[in-house]
Each structure stands twice: as structure tokens, then as C-alpha cells.
């Protein structure tokens, strides 16, 4: 149970202006990920530990790869059933053209109600207000049972390799529930979608482009691969249906090479094409049966490239090596997730959000993995997604968070804390 007076003092520690200065500082840091330009997590990664030090949080640096280290910061109120994690990434994704922004996408500028920056949105903002939610609870020391642990992690944007390294050191042990801190425009999303992805790779063999017969071009193949891939998501729309809180399953072709590696040239029928793929799954399908569908694929489209070949040839009267093949190697296989909106950390989210908006909470789904995807699918611990930040706006140029919303959002997580750890089961 949540006293209100309780509630309003730790909420009273929770002030907007500090908020968006440890917001803005964030967003001022380039955490992009790039070695040759010479940017990584590092520098926000060390921000953040000297801020939860000076504030006397327990806290704990790990290099997971040169440069990119996560930062893990706990505080302990007193012995309890539960351990909740907010959880937030430090890298953020390249700008882009910087001419292309109307401000700097590093120069964390507020104007007219909205922090801008690279990372403002996705998830610089949220990380700041769930550091915040966490100050203000240490600093006021309710009578709470149990632990509070930021994951501070890097690498969200690529392989996820931090949420993975830290579950291998064994820092998700006995942790209960995770608020996972990102741009969710104050949804409660207790489900988010899974995520395969896929390369097929063609061979042929090279020739110039103005004697086709000399070689094999793999280039045809790959369109027999697109129209597999549209087929299998209208299958997958009229057999799964829509799912509530997630949408729409999807299997989008989203990059196209030919030839696979080096400059392509006009005039050069390529030895090799390739074909990337991005799918995104709601639990009513079967990553298992789409995998094998996909090798499936790969050998239609082969055997359909080589029937269209052969009768080509049987045309012009000529008798080439049909040498062709198509290969489709997994990239990654990521869940969907599922808790349970009886959980008793989606009851806290859900309570939190009532008493501080008035209003009756939206819930939804994630569409795309978060860190999340592995503390559920490695640890068994519920998720729930929740942050400041309009859902279209990540990975933008002019990326934006409104700071009204980055100042409830960081009350609802504290106010979620307190609820979580105030109940006995």
C-alpha cells in the first residue's frame, strides 16, 4: 500500500528543470557507435556512473566489448520478495546528414516545450527520467522491501550485446520484473513482437553485361524471393489475423545487393546477390515453422530460377552450366513476449499511471525487440515497456521528446517502484 504522503515525497524530488538537464547533458554525449569515426558508449556510459555515484548509489561498470561498457547501479531498501530493474540503453543511432536537422543532434537544445537531439527520444530522455525516479526514491527512503537495480546497458541499437553480457555475469538473477525505459508515448505494453532476421544469399557466376550467356546472373532469383516473402505475410495476415496490441505480422525485404560485396557496375552481371530480411512476428506464429519456410523458399526460388533458365537456354540454343544456388543463414532470432496484464508489475504500472494522469491507462505492444526480449526469453522475468516519446519519432532527424511528458514519465516509474515494492506477493 502507497501512503499518498509517501507518493507526494518522493514525487516532490522528482523536478522537471533538473530532470532536463541530466536529459539535455545525455543527449550532448555522441554514443553513436562507430570506431573509425571514434564514438561509442564510453563517455555516457562513465556520465552516467559518476551521477549515480555522487548520489550514493552502489554502482558497477563492465566493459562488454573496447569501448562499450554497461553501467549497473543498485540500491538496496530492505529485504524483500522482489527486485525490480528499469532498464535503458546508452547508444543511440548516427544522425545522418547533420545538415539535414534543423538543430544540432547533439546539442540537447530545449525549445518551446520539447528537448531535441539524437537520443532525446530513443532512449536518452527516459534513461534520465528513470535515473531520476530512482534518485528520488533512495533520497526519501520510504518503507519499501526489496531492491531497485538500473541497467544501464549498451549496444540496444545493434546485436544487444550488453543486455547479454549481462545476464551471462549473472546480474539478472533474482530480479522479479523490468520496466524497460523506452519511447512508448506513455502506453503500458506488456507484449512486443518478435523479430527474425534472415540473409539469402545467390550465387551465379560473373560475366559482362553485354554477353549474359558467358555467366549466370543470380539478380532473378532474388525476385522470386520478394514475392515468396509477400506471399508468406498475406498468408500469415488471413491465418494469424491482427493481434490487439501489436498489429499486423510482417516480412519485409529491406536491403538488396547485387553484386553482395564491392561497387556494382552497369555493365557486369554479378557472381553474387543478396537479399535481407526483416520479420516481425506476433505470438500467434511459429518461429519454427517460418524458419523452415524459409529454406523452403530458398529452394523454391532456386529450382524455379533454374526451370526459367533452362527453357531460356532451350531457346537460344545454347547449353550453359546452371551452376546456381540459393542459401538462407539465419541472423537472429528474437521471441515475441508475453506477461501477463495480472502480473503484479502491470498492476503497479497500471496503478501508477491512474493515479497520476486521471485517466483510465492505454495499453499496447511493442513493435520492435527491446533489451527486454532477453530478460524475458533468457530469465523468465516479466516485462513491461513504458517511456516518454512518440513512437514515429525514433531514428528521425530533428528527434524530439515533449518535457512534459519525460517529467510524468519519470513520476509514473517511481510511482510504479513504490507500488511494486510495497506489495507482499
Not at 53 to 65: D, M, N, S, Y
Not at 91 to 106: A, S
Not at 182 to 188: A, C, R, T, V, Y
Not at 339 to 347: F, I
Amino acid at each position: 500500500m502507497v501512503t499518498e504522503e509517501v507518493l507526494q515525497g518522493v514525487l516532490g524530488e522528482i523536478r522537471e528543470q533538473e530532470l532536463v538537464e541530466l536529459a539535455a547533458s545525455l543527449v550532448r554525449i555522441n554514443s553513436v557507435w562507430d570506431p573509425e569515426a571514434g564514438s561509442s558508449e564510453q563517455e555516457v556510459a562513465f556520465f552516467v556512473a559518476s551521477w549515480a555515484r555522487e548520489r550514493g548509489f552502489q554502482v558497477l561498470v563492465e566493459e562488454v566489448a573496447p569501448g562499450r561498457p554497461n553501467v549497473i547501479i543498485e540500491w538496496k531498501a530492505a529485504p524483500g520478495p522482489r527486485k525490480l530493474m528499469f532498464e535503458a540503453h546508452t547508444d543511440v543511432v548516427t544522425p545522418g546528414d547533420p545538415l539535414q536537422w534543423e538543430h544540432d543532434p547533439f546539442g540537447g537544445v530545449v525549445l518551446d516545450g520539447r528537448l531535441y537531439g539524437r537520443g532525446a527520444n530513443d532512449t536518452k530522455g527516459n534513461l534520465a527520467a528513470m535515473l531520476m525516479a530512482m534518485a528520488a526514491i533512495k533520497k526519501v527512503r520510504p518503507g519499501l522491501k526489496g531492491s531497485i537495480l538500473g541497467g544501464v546497458l549498451c549496444d540496444e541499437e545493434g546485436l544487444m550485446l550488453g543486455v547479454q553480457d549481462f545476464i551471462r555475469r549473472g546480474h539478472a538473477e533474482g530480479i522479479t520484473g523490468a520496466i524497460i525505459c523506452e519511447p512508448q508515448d506513455g502506453l503500458i505494453c506488456p507484449v512486443q513482437k518478435g523479430a527474425i532476421r534472415a540473409r539469402f544469399t545467390v550465387k551465379g557466376r560473373m560475366s559482362h553485361g553485354a554477353m549474359p550467356l558467358s555467366g549466370l546472373n543470380p539478380v532473378p532469383a532474388l525476385s522470386r524471393l520478394i514475392n515468396g516473402l509477400w506471399n508468406m505475410e498475406e498468408e500469415a495476415a488471413r491465418t494469424c489475423g491482427k493481434d490487439p496490441l501489436l498489429g499486423w505480422p510482417s516480412f519485409t525485404p529491406t536491403v538488396v545487393r547485387a553484386p553482395a560485396r564491392g561497387p556494382a557496375q552497369l555493365n557486369v552481371v554479378p557472381a553474387k546477390a543478396e537479399l535481407l530480411v526483416d520479420i516481425r512476428t506476433i505470438p500467434a506464429q511459429s518461429h519454427e515453422e517460418i524458419l523452415r519456410a524459409l529454406q523452403g523458399l530458398a529452394a523454391k526460388a532456386r529450382e524455379q530460377t533454374l526451370e526459367a533458365y533452362s527453357r531460356l537456354d532451350v531457346l537460344l540454343q545454347v547449353k550453359r552450366n546452371l551452376g546456381l544456388d540459393v542459401e538462407m543463414e539465419l541472423l537472429s532470432d528474437r521471441p515475441c513476449t508475453q506477461t501477463s496484464v495480472e502480473d503484479p508489475l502491470v498492476r503497479s504500472v497500471d496503478w501508477a499511471t491512474r493515479a497520476l494522469t486521471g485517466k483510465e491507462p492505454v495499453y499496447g505492444g511493442v513493435p520492435g525487440a527491446t533489451d527486454g526480449t532477453f530478460l524475458w526469453a533468457w530469465k523468465g522475468i516479466p516485462i513491461v515497456t513504458i517511456g516518454a516519446g512518440d513512437r514515429e519519432v525514433p531514428h528521425q532527424v530533428d528527434e524530439w521528446v515533449e518535457v512534459a511528458q519525460l517529467h510524468l514519465t519519470a513520476k509514473i516509474y517511481a510511482a510504479s517502484a513504490l507500488a511494486y515494492l510495497s506489495q507482499e506477493d
